[in-house]
């Protein structure tokens, strides 16, 4: 069983005062919302590109889609589902002469800023980067007010020398406007064979012949399936070569395509004599598998509970062993820790579907046992992730989404345990990035968001989100979210909001600038106020190396600047303000940009010029280009103020 070790202050967390504790860990929060910790969202996005890339095959339209990306700068897409036309925006944007590994990915904006009668934003548009806007999800009522936007939208696509590929249903085309339509183009459904070799060539070095693909049941498969099915055959047929004793690829190709096939039939018949013990089993490794075959039992007991089936009195020993039990459900129990796996890949997915399907009724009882998995016995973080994951999917596919934020909230009350946060994250991560129910979470979140008093955990359930998961193909959307959050009245929720902020604005100059305009655009509005926490997010978030090249950059940062020194003592001020000294220092020195930002932020309020003398001085010390950049700062920062230096005495 894994364990955790955390270590921090020598004293620990301390229970001071009546009722439970609970001290939440919020790396362990963060890591939970995907399956295994990632690295930083831009490398991720990525990283995903890059895979598509290597396994894109041209349809059929891509190049007049090129060409009129470049003429026009703007290329709708229209295309049937399953043809791969979203990856196709994708490969075009990337392959833009200045194109970029992450995109800019524009929302309706009726998610953003409690639902706004906008629907495109042109202020998102960044100067010469790729954008993408997927409306294939967007409901038909929306898409007058898109198409309204959308026109205006071109215009600063164009100013600002940027690219915007948007991907269409076809049943929409009819309600375009006629400048629109004749951006339009039509994406063929690429060659399914064709895609299924790139995909085996590249995930196994497999190279099949004409004749090996010369399958009729293959052929069917093909003809039915969307790109990504196909993509999912050709991983089957890679793991079935790794597992199977099988030499050929025919061989390889039947195990694949055997995983693929619908099994509910199979699964009909398996449980067509079974008892209810042993269905409550048969779930349990469906939404468990991989588990030890200790917490598969412990958890499929607490469902035969929940269902009100009669206990069995037969005293222990006269119990079938569950070995015998597993082999009547088609699994087995493997290795020293006894994992309990199906004998068949992906039969899991066919028992899961075909209960949540076929048993309606019993959705309700499942949902209360995942509810409570936390406390499943011996079940490790990992399995339970699973199960949470697992049981997402479900709730997603048939239409649920408001059943996966309700288990969120409960998950995430103010009693909610380690585990309970974890489990919630992992839901809601799920949920944010699905294609269809996304925007339903993105809400949700949003409305979490804005509450100032938000419980420490579900706040750091909801930063771990953002930072994590939503970061990914949508951080202006994370930016917006952690920027209310951060405004907590909680420290060590506004501690950890800023820091989420600093990882996704980590390397994207615009997002930073963003962020640094909605603390500009609050400290104006509410000084006193909100205004005064984004003052401290500012110090927490300045980075001296960045924004400094250009004057809109430089003016942002010497208003921010200036606001800081009026309003902060030094203490809190020392450590960003030596951190920008050092940047200099080892640079430019005394002509540093830098010099120049803090000496025109401290001419805007001459009482701020004894601490920063003070604060300048004592860190250059007796070092002589420290002193030298100090000396600049002194010099700048008086002339600014139009007083000779020698009027001050500090």
């Known amino acids: 069983m894994k364990a955790s070790t955390y270590v921090g202050e020598s004293g620990g967390p301390f229970h001071s005062g009546t009722g439970d504790q609970h001290n939440h860990y919020y790396p362990d929060i963060r890591d939970a919302v995907r399956e295994k910790p990632e690295r930083p969202p831009r490398l991720v996005a990525g990283d995903a590109v890059r895979h598509l890339k290597q396994r894109f095959v041209d349809p059929g339209g891509l190049n007049e889609g090129r060409r009129l990306l470049e003429r026009s700068h703007v290329a709708l897409l229209a295309a049937d589902p399953g043809c791969g036309a979203r990856s196709a925006a994708k490969i075009l944007l990337w392959e833009l002469p200045h194109g970029q590994e ?33 409306l294939t999800r967007a409901r038909r009522d929306r898409y007058p007010v898109l ?34 339509a004749d951006l339009v183009v039509e994406i063929q459904r690429p060659r399914e064979s064709d895609v299924l070799r790139r995909h085996l060539l590249v995930d ?10 010369a399958v009729g049941e293959l052929s069917a498969f093909l003809a039915s399936s969307s790109m990504g099915e196909i993509s999912e055959l050709a991983r089957h047929v890679c793991s079935a070569r790794s597992t199977s004793k099988g030499t050929h690829f025919k061989s390889w190709l039947d195990t694949a395509l055997s995983a693929m096939r619908p099994k509910d039939a ?3 018949k398996l449980i067509a004599d079974q008892t209810g013990p042993e269905r409550a089993l048969l779930l349990s490794v469906a939404f468990l598998e991989g588990a030890s075959s200790q917490a598969i039992y412990g958890a499929a007991n607490r469902l035969l509970k929940l269902t009100n089936h009669p206990v069995e009195h037969a005293p222990p020993l006269q119990h ?42 019993l959705r309700d009882e499942l949902t209360s046992w995942v509810r409570g998995a936390a406390l499943f016995p011996h079940v490790e973080r ?90 990914v193909d949508f951080p202006q959307q994370a930016l917006v979210r952690l920027h209310h959050v951060s405004h907590s009245a909680d420290p060590q929720v506004r501690k950890i909001a800023r820091e989420a902020l600093t990882r996704i604005t980590d390397s994207d100059d615009h997002l930073y600038g963003h962020l640094l305009d909605r603390l500009l655009d609050r400290v104006r509005a509410d000084f006193e106020g909100k205004g005064s926490q984004d003052i401290g997010t500012f110090l ?69 010029l004894g601490a920063v003398h003070d604060a300048a001085y004592g860190w250059a010390g007796t070092d002589g280009a420290r002193l030298r950049v100090a000396d600049a700062l002194w010099s700048q920062a008086t002339a600014g103020l139009v007083i000779h230096s020698s009027n001050y005495t500090c």
């Open 320 to 361: 079938q062993p569950l070995a015998a039990r597993l082999k009547r459900i088609q699994a087995s129990a493997e290795g020293d820790w006894g994992r309990v796996r199906f004998d068949t890949t992906t039969f899991a997915d066919a028992v899961r579907s075909y209960f949540w399907d076929n048993f309606p009724q």
């Open 540 to 608: 927490d978030v300045a980075d001296p190396g960045r924004l400094l090249e250009h004057a809109v950059g430089q003016a942002r940062l010497t208003e921010l600047w200036a606001a800081a020194l009026s309003s902060r003592g030094g203490a809190e001020l020392r450590p960003t303000l030596h951190s920008w000294l050092d940047h200099a220092a080892s640079r430019a020195g005394p002509v540093s940009p830098i010099v120049s930002v803090l000496a025109q932020a401290c001419a805007r309020d001459g009482s701020t």
């Open 266 to 268: 199979d699964v009909d």
């Open 204 to 213: 196994g070095g497999i190279r099949p012949d004409s004749e090996d693909l």
């Open 382 to 471: 990992e399995d339970i992730l699973g199960l949470v994951q697992r049981y997402a999917h479900l709730c997603l596919r048939t239409g649920l989404p408001e059943q996966l934020t309700a288990l969120a909230e409960q998950w995430t009350k103010e009693s909610a345990t380690q585990a309970q946060l974890s489990m919630a994250a992992r839901a809601l991560g799920e949920g944010v990035i699905h294609p269809r129910h996304g925007s339903h979470f993105r809400r949700e979140i949003y409305k979490w968001s804005r509450d100032g008093s938000l419980p420490r955990g579900r706040a750091s359930v909801l930063i771990g989100v953002c930072s994590e998961a939503l970061s």
């Open 102 to 134: 992450r995109f800019v990915e524009l929302l309706d904006q009726s998610e953003e800023e409690g639902g706004s009668s906008q629907a495109l934003n042109p202020e998102h548009v960044k100067d010469g980067a790729p954008h993408l806007l997927d």
């Open 147 to 180: 198409m309204q936007d959308l026109s205006s939208l071109r215009v600063t696509v164009r100013e600002k020398a940027a690219r915007l590929a948007v991907v269409l249903s076809p049943e929409h085309r009819d309600l375009l406007s006629e400048e629109l």
